[in-house]
């Protein structure tokens, strides 16, 4: 193989890993954004976490009593 079709190669496989990665980046934005108007999830407690981040703050989910919950409707 000479060195043109060595570069060619490598130049499609860049554009089709960059391509990748932008379809898996914008459909983990895309859940996000429809998980945050279902009200699955309000991701703007996690954003205060920024200011507020000392050990004395209270837990942002109660995940023992959730998983609780889960259960006995099971």
């Not at 890993?17 to 996690?46: H, Q």
């Amino acid at each position: 193989m000479d060195q043109e079709t060595l570069l060619t190669i490598q130049g499609y496989a860049k554009f089709f890993l960059i391509l990748i990665v932008f379809i898996l980046f914008y459909s983990y934005a895309f859940s996000i954004y429809r998980r945050d108007k279902k009200g699955e999830r309000d991701f703007e407690k996690y954003s205060d976490l920024v200011h507020d981040d000392s050990i004395e703050s209270d837990p942002l989910e109660k995940r023992k009593e959730e998983q609780e919950k889960k259960e006995k409707e099971i």
